[in-house]
């Protein structure tokens, strides 16, 4: 039989996983000729009627520290991680898709278009997680 505990925790990390998957982390502003686009690791949303679902391995480099993030959370929550390491991590992974995007603005092309998406950060998962941060400041949630 589960605890309380461990339901929570399972719970959170349902919810969190979710979150990484479908909150929109950046919106990718084509210097060129293309669409703006919002985009979700399981999907973009561009000329204002478009969705195209599954896009997952375009963009790897701009969202695989999501995952990362969602790891300290939950070892935060169970309590094996500090709440500064947690604020750090979630920041670094909101700030990768703006530093590719600089990166790229840096370094065009011979035509002058960016060979990296530039990607504009949505702070979702930051705002969540300090939320989370917050919430279990003082209790922290084990298996026992």
């Given at each position: 039989?589960?605890?309380k505990n461990q339901i929570i925790l399972i719970l959170i990390g349902i919810i969190s996983f979710l979150i990484v998957l479908l909150t929109p982390y950046g919106i990718d502003i084509d210097i060129g000729p293309g669409p703006v686009r919002l985009l979700a690791i399981l999907w973009e949303y561009f000329a204002l009627t478009v969705i195209r679902w599954f896009t997952v391995l375009i963009y790897i480099p701009y969202?695989?520290?999501r995952f990362i993030t969602l790891y300290y959370i939950m070892r935060y929550i169970m309590g094996?991680?500090?709440k500064k390491k947690v604020i750090i991590i979630s920041?670094?992974?909101e700030l990768i898709p703006?530093?590719?995007s600089i990166i790229g603005l840096i370094f065009p092309d011979p035509t002058g278009e960016p060979y990296i998406n530039t990607v504009i950060p949505i702070p979702i998962l930051l705002l969540y997680n300090l939320i989370l941060v917050f919430l279990f400041s003082t209790k922290k949630l084990t298996n026992n």
């Open positions: 039989m589960q605890t969202y695989i520290f094996t991680t500090s920041i670094i992974s703006l530093l590719l």
